[in-house]
C-alpha cells in the first residue's frame, strides 16, 4: 500500500518547519503530496526532507522523489515528506530530521547541502538510524552521502551548446553561487572553451550566500534568460532549480534559441511540455538512483554509510537525448565524455 505525505507544523511533535534547496516555486510545508493509503507495518519507512520547492519542482526534488517512490513500490510502506522554506534557520532543519527520526523513519533523507550542518548533529543523537544527505558530505558512522559529478555532465553541456550556438555567445544561471552550482558552471564553461575558446560565456546567480531564494523564483530565472538572449545569447543553461522553469519560458519565447535543463530530463516534464521544443537537452543527475539504493540497503539490513560518488562513468549523471535535438551531434559528445570516463579531460570542479 502507498502512503505519501507532506508533514507540516502540526503533523509532527514539533511542528517543523519546511526547507528545501533547488527547485520549485512553492516554499509551503503545509500541503499533502500524494494519496494517503493505509500502510500494513511492513516494508520501508522513508523520512524525506525536501530542499526548496519540494516534491512538484521538475528538477532536483523531484528526482529525489522518484527514487523513494520506486522504493516504496517496490518494498511497500510509506514515505513521509517536509519541505523547506527560505527562511528556514539551522534549528528548523534540525528539527524537522529529529521529527522524522521520531516518528520512525528510516532512512531519513536531507535533499540538499543545506542540510548538512544539521545532519552532522541529529545523526549523531539518533545511531539506530540510518541517514542520507544529497549532494554534501557528512562524517558520520551512520551516514551515507550521495554525491554526483555535476561538472562532468556540465561539460557535456558546455560542448552541446558550443555546437550548437549560431551567435557564438551563450549563457550560464545559477541559482545560489555556492560551491555545489559552481561546479554546474565550471563544467559548462570548460566544456564551452574546450570546444570553441572564442565563445563568449555569460554567467549570472539568482542570490547570494545563505539566501537560497534563488532556487524557486522562476521570475528571476526568466529575467536574467531573458537578459542574456537581448545581449547575444542563443543557448542559456540554467542550474537553479524552479527558477530554471523561467529561464526556459523566456527561451522558447525567442526563435532560435536553445535551453539546457538540469537534474531531470526536462523536455519530458509534463508542466514543461509547452516549451520543450526549445529544450536541447538536460543534464540528469540521478539523484533518485543515490535515494533508491539507499532506500535498499535499508530494507536488505545491509545500509549504505560513507561517501557513495555517483559518477559520469557509473552513470549518475548523463546528458538527456529526448526531442532528438543532439542527435547530430552524437559522436563528438560520445567523444567527449569517453576522454572524460579514461581521465584525458580533467574537469574542473571551480570557475
Known amino acids: 500500500m502507498r502512503r505519501v505525505a507532506k508533514l507540516s507544523a502540526a503533523c509532527i511533535a514539533s511542528a517543523a518547519l519546511a526547507l528545501t534547496a533547488t527547485a520549485c516555486g512553492s516554499t509551503s510545508s503545509d500541503n499533502d503530496s500524494g494519496s494517503p493509503a493505509s500502510g500494513d507495518g511492513k516494508g ?46 539551522e534549528a528548523d532543519r534540525e528539527q524537522r530530521l529529529s521529527d522524522l527520526a521520531d516518528a ?19 545523526a549523531a543523537k539518533y545511531p539506530k538510524t540510518t541517514f542520507g544527505i544529497v ?32 551567435t557564438k555567445h551563450v549563457g550560464f544561471i545559477g541559482g545560489v553561487d555556492v560551491p555545489l552550482i559552481k561546479k554546474f558552471e565550471a563544467g559548462y564553461v570548460q566544456g564551452v572553451k574546450d570546444t ?8 549570472q546567480y539568482l542570490s547570494h550566500g545563505s539566501d537560497t531564494s534563488g532556487f524557486a523564483s522562476p521570475d528571476k530565472g526568466k529575467e536574467a534568460a531573458q537578459g542574456m538572449l537581448d545581449n547575444g545569447a542563443d543557448v542559456v543553461y540554467s542550474a537553479a ?55 535498499k540497503s535499508v ?24 526531442g532528438g535535438f543532439i542527435d547530430d551531434i552524437k559522436a563528438k559528445l560520445d567523444a567527449a565524455q569517453k576522454k572524460i570516463v579514461d581521465g584525458s579531460i580533467k574537469v574542473k570542479t571551480t570557475p
Request: neutral net charge.
Open 44 to 89: 520501508v519507512k522513508v523520512g524525506l526532507a525536501f530542499d526548496v520547492g519540494g516534491r512538484g519542482d521538475r528538477s532536483f526534488n523531484d528526482s529525489a522523489a522518484r527514487g523513494a517512490d520506486k522504493a516504496e513500490k517496490e518494498f511497500g510502506g510509506d514515505i513521509k515528506e517536509l519541505t523547506a522554506k527560505t527562511s528556514d534557520t
Open 104 to 122: 520512525g523513519y528510516n532512512p531519513v533523507i536531507g535533499v540538499g547541502y543545506a542540510y548538512a550542518a544539521s545532519m552532522t548533529k541529529v
Open 135 to 166: 549532494d554534501s558530505v557528512v562524517n558520520g558512522k551512520n551516514v551515507d552521502s550521495i554525491t554526483f559529478t555535476e561538472e562532468q555532465g556540465s561539460y557535456l553541456a558546455g560542448v552541446a551548446a558550443a555546437l550548437k550556438t549560431k
Open 196 to 203: 570553441n575558446p572564442k565563445i563568449k560565456v555569460d554567467t
Open 241 to 295: 532549480g524552479s527558477s530554471g522553469n523561467g529561464a526556459i519560458e523566456a527561451v522558447a519565447g525567442k526563435k532560435g534559441a536553445w535551453a539546457i535543463g538540469v537534474d531531470s530530463d526536462q523536455y519530458s516534464i509534463p508542466g514543461l511540455a509547452k516549451y520543450k521544443n526549445s529544450i536541447l537537452t538536460s543534464v540528469v543527475k540521478n539523484v533518485d538512483v543515490g535515494v533508491y539504493d539507499l532506500v
Open 299 to 322: 530494507h536488505d539490513g545491509k545500509p549504505l554509510t560513507g561517501t557513495n560518488t555517483y559518477s559520469l562513468a557509473k552513470d549518475g549523471v548523463s546528458l538527456a537525448t529526448s
